[in-house]
């Protein structure tokens, strides 16, 4: 998502430049440029380091440090309290850690920020169950979610332009959902829901997307077009996907963290990860 020129006005007062930047997140990324107004000169999109938090003396998160770059596809697997929700509601800013240091690009303190404005600076963040408005259409849903003024007074004068049109468009063929365009969301199939969702969130152009289990509840034809989805976004986007489908995984990862017990305790390719003795021990099984 690109940071609007009020977005800077508001977040301006507060960021910081990042004093570490270089020391142990060089060439980590893939090597695109991400979007205007964010800072990606060394290839990564998001830092993490020393990262803690904790609920009443239990260690949700356990100085963890994690790294990804721009336009890359990770995935995040662990065992159920393994600390995955909270890691992204510390990146979106509905937690905040007891330490360590969390940066969106080289100098954007998503410590330092709220939950909106940490949305306005370019992430988005889809939940395990899909959030629609199911008494409006899909188009309708995809025109709440675009990036204007949402004040009363805007929303009512709001006339859909050209281009804005062409966008919406452009997201329904994407989500494959231009047929069911004028249909109620709440008519969709769970799968649909999902890709909808999803859209939503293209709506805002973010900058990195952070996914919880998209694929749970899917039929095999959805689940292989999200796959499909996915790698066409990676590049465009870095998305951070947290799934527990490992033949999903499979078909995705360009790279994958396993987190137990609030830390990192592996990463690699899938293959690799899946031949890790630990990773076996306290997640895989034989």
Same mark, same amino acid.
């Given at each position: ?74 995935? %995040? %697997? ?9 890691l992204m509601d510390v990146i979106t800013g509905k937690t905040r850690p007891s330490h360590g240091k969390a940066w969106f690009g080289e100098t954007l303190d998503l410590t330092s ?61 994407? %989500? ?104 076996i021990e306290v997640y895989l099984g034989r």
């Amino acid at each position: 998502m690109r940071v609007t020129a009020t977005a800077e006005f508001m977040l301006e007062p507060i960021l910081e430049p990042n004093k570490d930047q270089g020391t142990s997140r060089d060439a980590i990324g893939l090597g695109q440029a991400a979007g205007k107004g964010l800072n990606t000169r060394h290839g990564t999109i998001l830092t993490l380091e020393d990262i803690s938090v904790s609920f009443d003396g239990f260690k949700a998160l356990n100085d963890l440090n994690l790294y990804i770059g721009v336009g890359e596809l990770r995935c %995040i %697997i662990g065992p159920n309290g393994a600390g995955k929700t909270t890691l992204m509601d510390v990146i979106t800013g509905k937690t905040r850690p007891s330490h360590g240091k969390a940066w969106f690009g080289e100098t954007l303190d998503l410590t330092s920020l709220s939950e909106v404005q940490i949305a306005q600076a370019g992430i988005g963040r889809k939940f395990q169950k899909p959030t629609v408005f199911e008494a409006l259409s899909v188009f309708e849903n995809l025109e709440l979610a675009q990036k204007t003024d949402k004040s009363v007074w805007a929303s009512l004068r709001a006339r859909l332009s050209g281009e804005q049109r062409d966008r919406i468009d452009e997201v329904l063929d994407t %989500i494959r959902l231009t047929a069911s365009a004028h249909r109620p969301a709440g008519l969709l199939s769970h799968g649909q829901k999902q890709f909808l969702e999803i859209g939503m969130l293209l709506m805002q152009d973010p900058q990195l997307l952070l996914l919880d289990e998209p694929v749970a509840g899917m039929t095999d034809a959805e689940t292989e077009f999200t796959a499909e989805l996915f790698k066409r976004l990676a590049g465009k986007h870095s998305l951070m996907v947290v799934e527990h489908d490992m033949g999903f995984v499979g078909s995705i990862a360009d790279h994958v963290t396993v987190l137990h017990q609030g830390s990192v305790l592996a990463e690699g390719s899938l293959a690799q990860v899946q031949e890790n003795e630990r990773v076996i021990e306290v997640y895989l099984g034989r």
